[in-house]
């Protein structure tokens, strides 16, 4: 079965554009999650969704949305990049509260 | 705010030492505890979990941990690692009763295996 896939696998940005990262769940998996990384620290939780509908939100402004389509699949958009932004992006899909991540994309904020 | 700690942040140990990584979390209230493992160049992967019942869990590749209540503490364990086990542990709760599944993860300890 394939794992949770995310793409793009790099992305170059600069400061002040948009960015769509996006995310497949696990076959089944009705929730997905996003997580922001920074080098050095342990992921940040940015949002859940579950069945199209938001269920959590972390600290971040609201440069960051997401959504989920009705495939389970996710976006997640980044407006107005800032250099801070620049980190590894996970995405998550659930089941039975277990979380399985994807290998992230890579952002870098030039 | 809920929050979870690891001390160790670099851990070198030789082929064959016992390992203890450290996780305490803040929070009184019913948890689900994770250890997450980073290998280099992969994806985060699922160690061990505990929901509940017996305190000592036992994950892949010989990990255990043991959750203490009363220490608010989830410690991982290993009798005898090897030079595979080089890679990031991240501790991670998911504090229940906010009506969602936001895992809390620690800074992560960086494990170095010395062959």
């Known amino acids: 079965d394939a794992g949770v896939t995310q793409s793009p696998t790099h992305l170059i940005k600069t400061r002040g554009q948009h960015v769509t990262l996006r995310c497949s769940p696990i076959s089944g998996h009705k929730s997905v999650s996003w997580y922001q990384q920074v080098l050095g620290q342990g992921p940040q939780f940015i949002f859940q969704?579950?069945?199209?509908?938001?269920?959590g939100r972390g600290n971040f402004p609201d440069r960051f949305s997401a959504r989920q389509f009705p495939n389970y699949s996710s976006e997640l958009n980044v407006n107005a990049l800032l250099l801070g932004d620049s980190a590894l992006y996970l995405c998550?899909?659930?089941?039975?509260?277990?979380?399985?991540f994807g290998a992230g994309t890579r952002l870098s904020v030039l | 705010a809920q929050s979870v700690s690891q001390h160790n942040h670099h851990v070198i140990l030789s082929e064959a030492a016992s390992l203890e990584l450290g996780c305490n979390y803040s929070y009184g209230g019913t948890v689900n505890l994770f250890w997450y493992v980073q290998y280099p160049g992969q994806h985060l992967q699922l160690l061990l979990k505990y929901f509940s019942g017996d305190p000592l869990v036992k994950g892949i590749k010989g990990f255990e941990a043991e959750f203490i209540k009363s220490k608010f503490s989830f410690n991982l364990r290993k009798p005898s690692v090897q030079w595979s086990d080089t890679a990031e542990y991240f501790c991670?709760?998911?504090?229940?009763?906010?009506?969602?599944?936001?895992?809390?993860f620690g800074t992560g300890t960086r494990l170095t295996i010395i062959p």
């Open positions: 991670a709760v998911l504090f229940e009763g906010f009506g969602n599944e936001k895992l809390t």
């Open positions: 998550a899909s659930s089941a039975a509260n277990i979380q399985y």
């Open positions: 969704y579950y069945e199209k509908e938001e269920r």
